[in-house]
């Protein structure tokens, strides 16, 4: 009874977050195409019509794939679960590898491979016929197939000692299991936060000291004035893969460095740099990057607790269409892994603009960082630039850019950084 229950429950909100999803979807292609004709007048002295266009339409391009991998993404979901197919990967990888850990780690192995072989062709198409129709794509096959292979790897060693960590602690830690993976999980993230500039990073691209000295003397006078110490200034060689431009910082504690894509700086005045960095300062000096961390946290240990309780429920398994009782007493934690990473996000979905509305709010916060420490105006023409090379559309439908985006409309921000004393 529980178990129909639930895979009523689970029906009823994936039809609810798909029908929501493509109302929103067609509310942006909507408002995005009525608006396509002509530049908003606050940015009609410095967009081109064509580039507004080109944003426009590429806007369009991007949420109609996203419709697209959307509903074969739900069409996977229900074939995995209420069809039999996590049923039938599970049979087939106890019979090759037997019980116990090789079971499980080969479920998780098998469910990844499968899972990356189906999104295969759709990242495919993303790179090489939408990035590249609209003039952002710079990376060969070659690079392509490269970078994923390099993942693989990558994934295979960091992902399969961590879950053999986290099986063993289900398996044999009792009942607390969940607060101690989560105690693992948590230094695991930390962990990454350090490795991933110097040893993660560097395996995809090639980083480069800042050498021009004007802008390196800038950039170090504003990180003096904020009080903000990195490891160094360095370049990415970004342009081999995207036309698209950024800048951030990573790292954690004293290992954190500031990274310029080097299509960015082929883009934008000193000033104007010094700004953008300004404004991504603001955001590891309000803590917003600390507030985050807690965040995602307080959220994954609220997660694993309730794994805790959904992997002893037959229901949990039997409303998803699987048996979980299949290897006569042995556990099955990798099922209970597999379909809660799968189901979790049906029933989160509505929780999403709430994160995006958090979001927003730090980046105005940050905008109004940015604007006490440098030139409010400087950040307002580097945004206009960053809108127009990214094809960053400046008409998004108000409610799908509340719901899902998490910087505000590109008029809402800049007016209040117009509205910032200078």
């Known amino acids: 009874m529980y178990s129909l229950a639930f895979s009523i429950l689970f029906v009823s909100f994936l039809i609810l977050t798909l029908l929501l999803r493509f109302w929103l979807a067609s509310r942006q292609i909507r408002h995005v195409l009525a608006k396509r004709a002509l530049v908003p007048a606050e940015f009609a002295a410095t967009i081109p019509l064509a580039a507004h266009q080109k944003a426009a339409d590429y806007t369009v391009a991007k949420t109609k794939f996203g419709l697209l991998t959307l509903l074969v993404g739900s069409a996977v979901l229900i074939a995995f679960t209420l069809l039999g197919g996590l049923q039938w990967l599970s049979l087939a990888v106890f019979k090759a590898a037997g019980a116990g850990m090789p079971y499980q780690l080969g479920l998780l192995l098998a469910f990844a491979a499968i899972s990356g072989l189906i999104d295969l062709p759709f990242d495919y198409y993303k790179q090489f016929v939408l990035e590249q129709g609209f003039g952002f794509n710079k990376m060969s096959r070659g690079l392509f197939f490269a970078d994923m292979a390099k993942g693989l790897l990558l994934g295979a060693a960091i992902g399969l000692p961590l879950a053999w960590v986290v099986l063993t602690l289900m398996a044999k830690s009792g009942a607390l299991w969940w607060f101690y993976a989560w105690l693992v999980w948590s230094g695991f993230q930390l962990l990454m936060m350090v490795l991933f500039p110097t040893v993660i990073a560097p395996l995809f691209n090639k980083f480069t000291p800042l050498k021009d000295e004007g802008l390196k003397a800038r950039i170090e006078g504003l990180m ?38 080097d299509t960015l700086l082929a883009r934008l005045a000193p000033q104007e740099i010094e700004a953008v960095l ?23 240990l609220a997660f694993l607790a309730l794994l805790g309780y959904l992997k002893n429920q037959l229901w949990f398994y039997t409303g998803l269409g699987v048996d979980p009782l299949l290897l006569a007493g042995q556990p099955n934690d990798a099922m209970a892994l597999i379909l809660f990473m799968l189901v979790l996000p049906v029933f989160t979905f509505l929780l999403g603009p709430l994160n995006s509305l958090s979001s927003r709010k730090h980046e105005f916060e940050a905008d109004a960082f940015a604007a006490r420490h440098t030139d409010a105006r400087d950040l307002v023409t580097a945004l206009v630039k960053m809108y127009e090379d990214n094809a960053s559309t400046l008409t998004p439908d108000p409610l799908h850019s509340a719901f899902y985006d998490s910087h505000p409309p590109a008029s809402v921000r800049i007016r209040h950084l117009n509205l910032a004393p200078q």
């Open 278 to 300: 300004a404004h991504e300062l603001g955001h590891f000096k309000l803590k917003h990057i600390v507030k985050r961390i807690a965040m995602m946290f307080a959220i994954s």
């Open 224 to 261: 003096q004035r904020v009080g903000f110490a990195s490891k160094g200034l360095f370049v990415m060689d970004g342009s081999k893969r995207s036309a698209h431009g950024n800048a951030y910082f990573s790292g954690f504690g004293a290992n954190k460095r500031i990274v310029f894509f």
